[in-house]
């Protein structure tokens, strides 16, 4: 099982913790960290459609380390990312390979 993070966060009623991914939610950061498959791409997904139902005019940042994997689940990505009204900034960090690279490297549609 894997370690994740958590950040606590002082507020006027106290302290909040959330853990790392969530935290980064808030700020309309998703990361994906792993190989693209069905999993992976289902969690991403989630969390654009989650981000537009939030806020339609405020951009996302998507961050991208991974070694590639499935097609069909990379084009999940890829199609939400051009389906959603927010523009999405994608980064690579680290590396971004196969349907990495493709998440990565797409062109942002322009806003209506």
Same mark, same amino acid.
């Given at each position: 099982?894997?370690?994740?993070?958590?950040?606590?966060?002082?507020?006027?009623?106290?302290?909040?913790?959330?853990?790392?991914?969530?935290?980064?939610?808030?700020?309309?950061?998703?990361?994906?960290?792993?190989?693209?498959?069905?999993?992976?791409?289902?969690?991403?997904?989630?969390?654009?459609?989650?981000?537009?139902?939030?806020?339609?005019?405020? $951009?996302?940042?998507? =961050? %991208?380390?991974?070694?590639?994997?499935? *097609?069909?689940? #990379? !084009? /999940?990505?890829? $199609?939400?990312?051009? =389906? %959603?009204?927010?523009?999405?900034?994608? *980064?690579?960090? #680290? !590396? /971004?390979?196969?349907?990495?690279?493709?998440?990565?490297?797409?062109?942002?549609?322009?806003?209506?």
């Amino acid at each position: 099982m894997a370690l994740v993070p958590v950040v606590v966060e002082q507020t006027g009623r106290g302290e909040r913790s959330y853990d790392i991914f969530s935290r980064l939610l808030k700020d309309r950061i998703i990361f994906l960290g792993d190989q693209v498959n069905d999993a992976t791409a289902g969690l991403i997904v989630a969390q654009l459609l989650f981000l537009e139902a939030e806020d339609p005019d405020k $951009d996302i940042h998507l =961050y %991208i380390n991974s070694p590639g994997g499935s *097609i069909t689940s #990379g !084009m /999940a990505i890829y $199609d939400t990312m051009q =389906y %959603i009204k927010p523009d999405v900034s994608t *980064i690579c960090i #680290g !590396m /971004a390979a196969s349907m990495g690279a493709f998440c990565w490297q797409q062109e942002q549609k322009e806003k209506d």
